[in-house]
């Protein structure tokens, strides 16, 4: 053995180039590391759900003919840190050359460059194969232009890949079809039921406790309904063209008490984790919808690989541009606590008892839920941006930093004063009440604002407004909604403030 290659927990690409031959000169390493379970607090379903991968992977090189050294939280020589472990490998095995796959955590690639800059032996980083796009390319598009318009870069990403386009031209006339993907469930489109993988992984679930790491969120049957290899992650794509496309676009931003995935593809822990590339999925739906154009509107499939090429792409290029500094950014400097219900799911309005439940009961919850329930309401109350990043990388199977941060600190919180949003993402309860089921059976009253049995949301947002409107008076996309606050009653006001106070200061309590 010469040459020690790491693979770390979210590169778990099995056709990665690395993989294509096998080589007895080469061994592949991997850990489960205190390092990674301690640095915040994750879902005790997304822990497992990690290593069941890893470990999943590790057999698959095995099996393949690869050298893997692979070593279980409890493993002996576990030294719980990453460059530890892997500077004892190279003394134990006198390696000669140290190679690694770049991370897509700030974090991780700062730690494997000083790394590498201190032990005495050749290191090469290699590329993950994964993205359609590379760390810069999201910069260099955007250099010299004073606003990052997502919108633009999804363009240039359909010309550039050829991804419903006609010549130069989109097929079918339009760019977006956002117009069309804002529908209310109707339950008569009925939704299939989803493959379920079932992983049994309480060996992993007893393995954290008895180590004694600190997890969130609730650990359920003890199995995992997570696509865990390649061969899982293919099933559930072809699952989500046949069953869900047809109505994912339409749906896309709907919510409901009784079916919580809807028509989402859930295969963002299997992306995000490099189990399957955005290639794969986005070359599958456009290929599968060109085959079904009879059965399926363009604006599903549009709707659909937006999310991947589109948002997921340019959220990695946003990462990428601003890091370090990005995590500090507070535009609003929000320093209150989040509730004690993210934790719980113990409040009475509906709508965030049922996120908060779903989160914690499966470690998921789609993006509408996660933005416009979830992150309204902590921006609302004025949450810390540092809380509630935590709270949103440690909760959701599918968090990894790159991804995570942006949303959260950029879309979600408007922390970043709109480098990514143009407009913070806020709502009273008359969206919730458009999109969803959840008023319908709430406690509080989705129509009224200053009363004891309003909806919070209602007293919080014309607050929010109200104490933010030095920072958000001149952005044009909010003139509509100062204009409306300008129109309510001064005396309406104070009791809009009064309620909101309360609400912010007591947020469990309600």
């Known amino acids: 053995m ?6 770390l927990g979210d590169q778990l690409n099995s056709k990665h180039s690395w993989l294509r031959n096998t080589d007895d000169s080469v061994a592949y390493c991997m850990f489960e590391m205190r390092q990674e379970t301690d640095y915040t607090y994750h879902h005790i379903q997304k822990a497992a759900a990690f ?4 470990r999943s992977f590790a057999g698959q090189l095995e099996g393949d003919g690869h050298k893997v050294i692979y070593y279980k939280l409890d493993a002996k020589e576990n030294k719980q840190k990453l460059t530890e472990n892997v500077r004892f490998l190279i003394d134990k095995h006198s390696i000669e050359k140290f190679e690694y796959q770049l991370p897509d955590e700030y974090r991780l690639d700062e730690q494997l460059k000083h790394f590498c800059g201190d032990i005495d032996i050749e290191t090469e980083a290699f590329d993950t194969e994964h993205f359609y796009t590379s760390r810069t390319e999201l910069e260099e598009f955007f250099k010299g232009k004073k606003q990052l318009l997502m919108e633009n870069f999804y363009r240039y990403m359909r010309k550039k890949h050829d991804i419903l386009m006609e010549g130069t031209n989109p097929e079918g006339g339009k760019w977006n079809y956002d117009e069309k993907n804002r529908n209310k469930w109707n339950a008569e489109d009925t939704v299939p039921e989803k493959p379920d993988f079932n992983h049994d992984v309480k060996d992993i679930i007893s393995l954290l406790e008895k180590q004694g790491v600190k997890t969130m969120g609730r650990a359920g049957s003890g199995s995992i309904n997570q696509p865990l290899t390649r061969k899982e992650a293919l099933e559930l794509l072809k699952f989500f063209c046949q069953k869900l496309l047809l109505h994912f676009g339409g749906y896309q931003d709907a919510m409901h008490t009784e079916e919580t995935t809807l028509f989402h593809s859930q295969l963002s822990f299997a992306i995000n984790a490099k189990i399957i590339s955005p290639r794969d999925v986005v070359t599958t739906v456009h290929n599968y919808y060109h085959k079904h154009k009879d059965a399926i509107n363009i604006s599903e499939a549009e709707g659909f690989i937006r999310q991947i090429i589109g948002w997921r792409e340019y959220m990695r290029g946003i990462y990428w541009m601003h890091m370090p500094g990005y995590k500090r950014e507070n535009f609003f400097n929000n ?3 989040l509730p004690d219900f993210y934790w719980t799911g113990k409040t009475k309005m509906n709508c965030l008892k049922h996120s908060v439940n779903n989160s914690l009961d499966t470690a998921y919850a789609h993006h509408i839920q996660r933005l416009m329930v979830l992150g309204n309401f902590a921006l609302l109350i004025q949450a810390d941006p540092d809380e509630v990043d935590e709270w949103y990388l440690g909760v959701y199977v599918d968090a990894v930093e790159w991804v995570q941060l942006p949303n959260t600190r950029g879309m979600s919180q408007f922390a970043d004063g709109g480098r990514v949003a143009t ?7 008359n969206y919730i009440n458009n999109m969803s089921n959840y008023c319908s ?16 949301f209602n007293s919080l947002y014309w607050n929010f407004l109200h104490d933010k409107k030095k920072l ?7 003139a509509f909604m100062y204009k409306q606050l300008d129109k309510i009653k001064p005396e309406e006001i104070e009791l809009i403030l009064k309620r909101a106070d309360k609400i912010i200061n007591t947020p469990d309590d309600f």
């Open 2 to 7: 010469k040459t020690l290659r790491l693979i």
């Open 51 to 54: 290593f069941a991968a890893m």
């Open 335 to 337: 320093k209150n606590k």
């Open 423 to 429: 407009k913070p993402y806020i709502s009273s309860a």
């Open 441 to 456: 059976n709430c406690s509080y009253n989705h129509k009224t604002r200053t009363e004891d049995n309003s909806c919070p």
């Open 472 to 478: 958000l008076e001149h952005n044009p996309r909010m």
